[in-house]
């Protein structure tokens, strides 16, 4: 199946900072990717909608100056952390859809990012 | 926001038993798909039902769907130590995607 990948798999960053995550299909183009949030023992809330040139179509409640998303390319989306704080500490994790593959309506998901904001 | 609920939020049997988790949603779907999650780790895909099935088998799995009851539900037959996991249920109505709470599921040996 279609393979999704996530760099870093986990970060420490100190308060302030910026950090960058990067989604990638690897073997499909993606015009469309997903980023999720994951707090601890809870469910994926989705943040925002990433669509490959043009903008993030975001959530309600989720700051779109806090958390930029760029879809570069067909198989590249990053979510920038800006000035993060310790509460933005969580797991990431993205997903993108195979639109010219067989499964056309199943997601793959990448294997997360785990921030740590000290 | 969430769209599902899964009950029960959390379910502990007996390696051999079968396990059932109900998942709840509100809206119209296209299709409903349950995914699993190791503590830590990222999802994996289990099964994808579409809004005009009502019932699909993968291996140990078996998947209900009743769209006039907007539920769910996920059979693990003869479960195994190694299915405990997190499972979700998520729904989608055209690329919208929502996930439901969950149910973490421990499998004794």
């Known amino acids: 199946g279609a393979v999704v990948s996530q760099h870093p798999s986990r970060v420490i960053c100190k308060s302030g900072t910026s950090v960058k995550i990067e989604c990638r299909s690897l073997d499909f183009q993606a015009t469309t990717m997903f980023w999720y949030r994951q707090f601890p023992k809870k469910s994926l809330m989705l943040m925002a909608t990433s669509n490959e040139g043009s903008k993030a179509t975001y959530e309600q409640g989720v700051e779109k100056d806090k958390f930029l998303i760029n879809h570069a390319s067909l198989t590249l989306s990053t979510l920038t952390v800006t000035s993060a704080h310790p509460e933005d500490s969580s797991f990431y994790i993205c997903?993108?859809?195979?639109?010219?593959?067989?499964?056309?309506?199943?997601?793959?998901f990448g294997p997360g990012t785990r921030l740590l904001v000290l | 926001s969430q769209q599902g609920e899964e009950d029960p939020q959390a379910l502990s049997i007996q390696e051999g038993e079968n396990a059932t988790m109900n998942c709840s949603y509100k809206?119209?779907?296209?299709?409903l798909q349950w995914y699993r999650q190791n503590s830590g780790r990222g999802l994996v895909h289990l099964i994808l039902i579409r809004s005009n099935e009502r019932e699909k088998h993968s291996g140990r799995l078996r998947v209900t769907l009743d769209t006039s009851k907007k539920s769910s539900s996920l059979l693990i037959t003869a479960s195994r130590a190694a299915d405990t996991a997190s499972y979700f249920c998520?729904?989608?109505?055209?690329?919208?995607?929502?996930f439901g709470a969950g149910t973490r599921l421990t499998v004794k040996p």
């Open positions: 809206t119209s779907i296209n299709n």
């Open positions: 997903s993108a859809r195979d639109w010219l593959g067989r499964n056309q309506e199943t997601q793959y």
């Open positions: 998520a729904t989608d109505n055209n690329n919208d995607m929502r």
